[in-house]
């Protein structure tokens, strides 16, 4: 008897344990394949869903209820809105250049910190940052923007406890582990005490828009990058104390 009629003769031998062990790899197949099939559908689903809520939000940020009704296609600011003159102070050539220099070395000398005094600001100061801040030019002046300084303890300590958790995420599950890497020289950790440290926070809101007095979206053009140069205009008032 050769191996292939052994194996023949121990089939037929057996012919109820061979066919029952064959359905059931069949089942266990099917319902490992079924499972595995589903939570790829499920995936596909929940990422189909996710797009579809960014495109809403994207497209309820641009749409502009005006395009429907050109009865209501009114400026956002009046017509009429009187337009402010640039008129720059004439200066020498010598001065422009030392203002220059001055203003560089001034700026140079911003550094990104991470440890605060607890030393008091002045009222009058934090309000003068905040309206440099909204000197910031942006899209057809819509100023979609707003500064909220938080000066209250509790406050502090609350939005310090909110970020700790999200830079926790950030740090263990959403940046890349080159991000994570990149960022070993500057040693920043998911924890900020200089958070509640600081006397002051300012909090930058980006509005993607706003409403008209009459009730009608009013839009926000270049939002992020206004919101962004504002953002820059703010720092740069800070450096000149
Ligand atoms: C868009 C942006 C995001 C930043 N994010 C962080 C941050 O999450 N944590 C941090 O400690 N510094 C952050 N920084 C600060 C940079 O690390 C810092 O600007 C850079 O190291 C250069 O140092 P300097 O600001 O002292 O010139 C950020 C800066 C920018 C412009």
Same mark, same amino acid.
């Given at each position: 008897m050769?191996?292939?009629s052994l194996v023949v003769w121990t089939l037929e031998k057996n012919c109820f344990t061979v066919y029952t062990a064959l359905i059931v790899c069949f089942v266990g197949f099917?319902?490992?394949?079924?499972?595995?099939?589903?939570?790829?559908?499920?995936?596909?689903e929940k990422k189909e869903k996710l797009a579809r809520t960014a495109a809403v939000r994207k497209e309820r940020d641009f749409r502009d209820d005006s395009d429907e009704d050109p009865e209501l296609l009114?400026?956002?600011?009046?017509?009429?809105t009187p337009h402010i003159v640039y008129q720059p102070p004439r200066r020498t050539?010598?001065?422009?250049? @030392? @203002?220059?220099?001055?203003?560089?070395?001034?700026m140079a000398q911003r550094r990104t910190v991470r440890t605060f005094s607890a030393e008091p600001i002045p009222q009058d100061v934090l309000d003068n940052l905040i309206k440099t801040a909204g000197t910031s030019p942006s899209g057809a002046h819509t100023e979609p923007w707003t500064f909220v300084v938080v000066q209250d303890?509790?406050?502090?300590?609350?939005?310090?406890?909110?970020?700790?958790e999200e830079e926790e995420l950030n740090y263990s599950k959403?940046?890349?582990r080159?991000?994570?890497?990149?960022?070993?020289p500057f040693s920043t950790k998911p924890v900020k005490p200089y958070l509640t440290d600081a006397p002051a926070l300012?909090?930058?809101?980006?509005?993607?828009?706003?409403?008209?007095?009459?009730?009608?979206? @009013?839009?926000?053009?270049?939002?992020?990058i206004s919101t962004a140069i504002a953002a820059g205009f703010l720092l740069a008032a800070i450096q000149v104390r």
């Open positions: 050769n191996i292939i099917t319902i490992f394949h079924k499972n595995k099939l589903e939570a790829h559908y499920r995936s596909a009114v400026p956002a600011i009046p017509e009429d050539d010598d001065e422009v250049l @030392r @203002r220059s220099r001055e203003y560089y070395e001034l303890p509790k406050t502090k300590e609350a939005i310090r406890n909110i970020v700790e959403r940046m890349s080159q991000w994570v890497t990149d960022l070993k300012v909090l930058v809101f980006r509005q993607a828009y706003s409403w008209r007095p009459d009730g009608k979206k @009013r839009m926000h053009y270049y939002s992020e």
